[in-house]
């Protein structure tokens, strides 16, 4: 059998695993989304082991925050600059050894609070640098026709296995033993997952450094990369529209639901902790599901539309929980809010790595990443005097209905119907704002 043939009677979703390559990197993935789920819940009982509280579990979170944004950046220049596989064995092992030494401190009684705030700092910085070499592999390892299977399946993988997985076995761990071993079990897995990214391919950069290039000072060639990426993104539309729509969406529902869900459901629904958890869980399960859909078929015509359609009106299911008093009706809404912005985020992913030059991928996904978090603590901070201001109804109806009009506005300012029209991506060709983009190098195995 051909391995063309192969190809089309395998579903859509998982051609993906066809390349060997890929099955590689979505084996690490699974091991580092399970240890950063177990992390998750770990510390939060790690901190109250050592007698802390919401005070001090802040400030592991905001480390891990500042540690991010400070990275994020300078991790898509670097991204552009070194062979990818060779950043994520870094990454993951950086995290490997800065979680044992927490694991071991605490499995001895030495560990004390400043060095959560440390790990939570060092994991921050090092997803900076993956989540920007991540995203420039994929179509260095994949065709373009299956980067959309790729994007869903890690769309569904985040919520099933960090969301969900690794809390329950950190869960499992806490309840046998203590948080302690939890933290030796995430870095057990960040172990693994270094394990896989050393059988990957060292794919090359793709990139071609002039003279110029070669003669800068590695800093300065970084800030020059970086403010290259800035103006990319200042003088293509579609993207600047987008990335200027997703920050501004950020300040306008994070707050909301990080903040005040959490009081819709305890104080007007009436629930308890389990209730919270179950509107939650909704979201996660709408993500995987969509991320799901979307991986089996092919990218729309009118992917640009669909994409703004699933973030701005996929927004309005919120002003349903500002108002009710019933849980079912919580759940399905935040259930219909995860699918939405999974479909938009699907799609987001897949036309970032196929009409974004390969030389400057890891620098607008980096710039991605931080659009989605400058805003996020400004959010954080006005969802409490906003929510007590206007109350909850009306706070969650704005959440709900803004961004349905930003998204028109948006579409109508960057003339995103015509563009998505002239710039077609449901053949598998790539449009790269007039440069071709390199051939795929990988290979198809033959199915027996």
Not at 116 to 145: E, K, N, R
Not at 346 to 352: A, E, K, M, R, S
Not at 382 to 388: F, K, R, S, T
Request: glycine content about 12%; overall charge neutral.
């Amino acid at each position: 059998m051909t391995s063309n043939s192969s190809h089309r009677r395998v579903p859509r979703a998982a051609r993906p695993f066809l390349h060997a390559q890929y099955r590689i990197l979505a084996v690490a993935l699974v091991m580092s989304l399970f240890g950063a789920g177990v992390w998750l819940v770990s510390m939060v009982f790690q901190v109250r082991e050592l007698g802390g509280g919401p005070f001090e579990l802040s400030y592991v979170a905001t480390a891990n925050a500042i540690g991010l944004i400070v990275a994020t950046l300078v991790g898509g220049a670097v991204a552009d600059r070194v062979r990818q596989k060779y950043i994520l064995v870094a990454v993951e092992s950086g995290k490997a050894l800065a979680i044992g030494t927490a694991a071991a401190l605490a499995l001895t009684g030495n560990l004390e609070l400043w060095h959560l705030i440390v790990t939570g700092a060092v994991l921050g910085f090092a997803d900076g640098f993956f989540y920007p070499a991540y995203s420039a592999m994929l179509p260095s390892i994949l065709p373009p026709d299956v980067l959309l299977a790729a994007n869903g399946l890690e769309g569904t993988l985040r919520p099933t296995i960090m969301q969900a997985a690794g809390p329950a076995g950190a869960g499992i761990v806490i309840a046998a033993a203590s948080p302690a071993w939890g933290f030796a079990v995430v870095g057990i897995a960040q172990l693994a997952a270094v394990a896989g990214l050393l059988w990957l391919r060292a794919t090359p950069v793709r990139r071609d450094f002039g003279d110029e290039d070669r003669a800068r000072h590695p800093v300065a060639g970084m800030l020059v990369d970086i403010g290259a990426g800035f103006r990319y993104m200042v003088r293509t539309p579609w993207l600047l529209a987008t990335l200027l729509f997703s920050s501004v969406l950020i300040l306008i529902i994070m707050g909301p639901i990080e903040v005040l869900l959490p009081f819709v459901v305890t104080d007007q629904i009436g629930g308890n902790a389990g209730d919270f958890a179950l509107v939650l869980a909704s979201f996660g399960i709408g993500s995987a599901v969509a991320s799901l859909a979307v991986a089996s078929f092919r990218l729309p015509r009118r992917y640009l539309t669909v994409m703004m359609i699933g973030w701005s009106v996929g927004c309005l299911p919120l002003a349903l929980v500002g108002i009710t008093d019933q849980l079912w009706v919580a759940v399905i809404a935040v259930f219909v809010v995860g699918v939405a912005f999974a479909v938009g985020g699907v799609i987001w992913g897949t036309l970032l790595q196929r009409r974004v030059p390969p030389d400057m991928l890891g620098r607008v996904s980096s710039l991605d990443f931080f659009v989605s978090l400058v805003f996020m603590p400004v959010s954080m901070a006005l969802a409490g005097p906003v929510g007590h201001w206007l109350g909850y109804g009306w706070t969650f109806a704005l959440a709900g209905a803004i961004p349905v009009v930003l998204g028109v506005v948006t579409i109508a300012a960057a003339r995103m119907p015509g563009d998505e029209i002239a710039h077609p991506l449901d053949d598998g060709t790539d449009m790269l704002e007039g440069r071709e983009r390199p051939p795929h190098t990988g290979s198809i195995p033959t199915v027996p």
